[in-house]
């Protein structure tokens, strides 16, 4: 088993960045596909980005495409998500999730660990 948490989330103004980090514990990463997903207020969760076992796969949501960067680093157990060109429409929480495959998918039944969630708030 698993354990994920998630750490970065702050506040932030309309275009300045964020990192996220999720560290593991438990289990090494190497053998789970991961993900990012995010909640915004009063909506369901979402899919923001993916990334497979090597890292030599990734995969994003066509609403941070091109602003959001997801890596991992095996080696520390590690996976982050850069996030540039922050919008209000991104405020958010944003939680970190494993799955026992290469490449896993966009829908969180996928996902069988999850972090208890970071709060991201971008203001215009």
């Known amino acids: 088993q698993v354990q994920l948490v998630e750490s970065g989330g702050g506040s932030v103004q309309a275009g300045g960045s964020l990192r996220l980090s999720c560290a593991a514990s438990?289990?090494?990463?190497?053998?789970?596909?991961m993900g990012w997903f995010r909640q915004p207020p009063g909506k369901e969760r979402e899919f923001a980005a993916g990334i497979s076992w090597s890292g030599g796969t990734t995969y994003y949501a066509d609403s941070v495409k091109g602003r959001f960067t997801i890596s991992r680093d095996n080696a520390k157990n590690t996976v982050y998500l850069q996030m540039n060109s922050l919008k209000p429409e991104d405020t958010a929480v944003y939680y970190c999730?494993?799955?026992?495959?290469?490449?896993?998918?966009?829908?969180?039944?996928?996902?069988?660990?999850w972090g208890q969630g970071t709060q991201v708030t971008v203001s215009s």
């Open positions: 999730a494993a799955a026992i495959r290469v490449i896993p998918g966009r829908t969180p039944s996928e996902y069988g660990y």
């Open positions: 438990g289990r090494t990463l190497s053998t789970y596909g």
